[in-house]
């Protein structure tokens, strides 16, 4: 009976979770210009105007620049302080872990608002690097809680042995230390374009008219025309965020199956 309880649970948390999506997505397929039931024909009319609008085309664009730039500059600041943070040189590191971790936890608005301030002062406020710096301060925690993770699961035997035959600190981090630990490297870079790609409210604040993004160019549609378009446009993030998520499981079950 316990399982059955637990089966049943476990089926209305999802239906919960999911059921507001699907109610939502084959709204991307109406030939309607409105979002409403039933559907009365299908098309696949509003993917042709997401890359036939200029809005929408140049917004997908600039998800794609920012992204991979806030992917890349998170991945080398994470990675490098989950390495600093697991040697004992810092003092407290509990502490400068849960500081590295606040992002995670200040609400967005907050951290808008001081982004938005301190960019403006570096002279760096609606421009690419700007928005590029701020989706960075969102998604380093993930890489490092990632790769603190994959840190954790190497033994520092293999290390010592390497520094023993010889090798200098270098060596033995590019040759050992970075390859055991780039599932979670690579898990973390996986999760942090994720959060960049879906990031609408540090967006909101610090870009410009020029770095509109998927998801800002979704959230202003909504304000002003509601349109299936923001339909279709939901349903390529969601397949790209399943694509990543099913990729960074993939990564994290590898070295479970060479260690079996």
């Not at 590191?93 to 002062?121: C, H, K, W």
């Amino acid at each position: 009976m316990l399982r059955v309880f637990q089966a049943l649970f476990a089926t209305l948390m999802m239906a919960f979770l999911i059921l507001p999506i699907v109610a939502i997505l084959p709204l991307a397929f109406t030939d309607s210009i409105f979002l409403n039931y039933p559907i009365e024909a299908y098309s696949l009319r509003w993917f042709g105007e997401l890359g036939q609008s200029a809005q929408w085309s140049a917004s997908i664009v600039n998800s794609l620049i920012i992204g991979s730039g806030a992917t890349a500059l998170s991945v080398v600041l994470g990675t490098l302080a989950a390495l600093a943070l697991r040697g004992s040189a810092i003092p407290f590191p509990d502490v400068v872990r849960t500081v590295f971790l606040l992002p995670m936890v200040v609400p967005a608005v907050v951290l808008g608002v001081g982004l938005q301030i301190s960019l403006a002062r570096i002279g760096l406020s609606s421009t690419y690097l700007g928005v590029i710096v701020a989706h960075t301060v969102l998604c380093v925690p993930f890489v490092i809680v990632s790769v603190s993770t994959a840190l954790q699961g190497i033994d520092r035997t293999t290390e010592r042995a390497a520094a023993s035959l010889g090798a200098p600190p270098s060596t033995v981090f590019r040759r050992v230390t970075l390859p055991l630990a780039m599932p979670g490297v690579v898990t973390g870079a996986v999760f942090a374009f994720a959060t960049s790609l879906d990031e609408v409210v540090l967006t909101l604040f610090v870009a410009g008219p020029n770095q509109r993004t998927l998801a800002r160019q979704m959230f202003s549609s909504i304000r002003e025309n509601i349109s299936p378009a923001v339909a279709a446009a939901a349903l390529l993030l969601i397949i790209g965020t399943l694509l990543l998520a099913g990729l960074a499981a993939f990564l994290r079950r590898r070295p479970a199956d060479a260690a079996a």
